[in-house]
T-cell receptor
């Protein structure tokens, strides 16, 4: 079974731009969660989607948004990028609830 | 407020010896705990989990121990191998309370020296 895939793997943007990241979960998994990893803060939860609905949301500003499609694929959008948004963005999928989550390789975003 | 804490940022162990990684939590509602391993430039890889109804779970060289009264869990790797060198994250959730996300510690970097 294929694992979680994320595209693109690397991205360079400038301040003020917006970015969209994509995640395809493991086949049959319906829950997709997004995390931000930075050296100082570790892995921080952004949001979780299940059946095209946002089920949980972390403590991030409204510039961070996401959505899930009917095939469970998910996208994450960050608008008006700031230097502090430079991070590794990880997507994880699980069957139904947020039990054991399986992570993708991540998208490394650099904001200049 | 950090609900999951890994107080040792790094740990060095000789090949063949036991590695013990520790994790403390403050939220008594956590009932499901996991350990992930992460190599540079890769996503975390699931290692082992334990439910709060158990105090030990074993999978090959990896054993997780849970002490609910102390709100403490540990991961034992025996014997340690150079390929185990990675950052290890402890995570917890309130699985039975409903839809809550995983809360991660900040990780412990394990170096296994040949």
């Amino acid at each position: 079974k294929a694992g979680v895939t994320q595209t693109p793997r690397y991205l360079i943007k400038t301040r003020g731009q917006q970015v969209t990241l994509s995640c395809s979960p493991i086949s049959g998994h319906r829950s997709v969660s997004w995390y931000q990893q930075t050296p100082g803060q570790g892995l921080q939860f952004l949001f979780e989607y299940f059946s095209e609905t946002q089920r949980n949301k972390g403590n991030f500003p409204g510039r961070f948004s996401g959505r899930q499609f009917s095939n469970s694929r998910s996208e994450m959008n960050v608008s008006t990028l700031e230097l502090g948004d430079s991070a590794l963005y990880l997507c994880a999928s699980s069957l139904v609830r947020q039990e054991t989550q399986y992570f993708g390789p991540g998208t490394r975003l650099l904001v200049l | 407020d950090q609900q999951v804490k890994q107080n040792s940022p790094s740990l060095s162990v000789q090949e063949g010896r036991i590695s013990i990684l520790n994790c403390d939590y403050t939220n008594s509602m956590f009932d499901y705990f996991l350990w992930y391993k992460k190599y540079p430039a890769e996503g975390p890889t699931f290692l082992i989990s334990i439910s709060s109804i158990k105090d030990k779970n074993e999978d090959g060289r990896f054993t997780v121990f849970l002490n609910k009264s102390a709100k403490h869990l540990s991961l034992h790797i025996v014997p340690s191998q150079p390929g185990d060198s990675a950052v290890y994250f402890c995570a917890a959730s309130e699985l039975n309370s409903g839809n809550t996300p995983l809360v991660f510690g900040k990780g412990t970097r394990l170096s296994v020296i040949a």
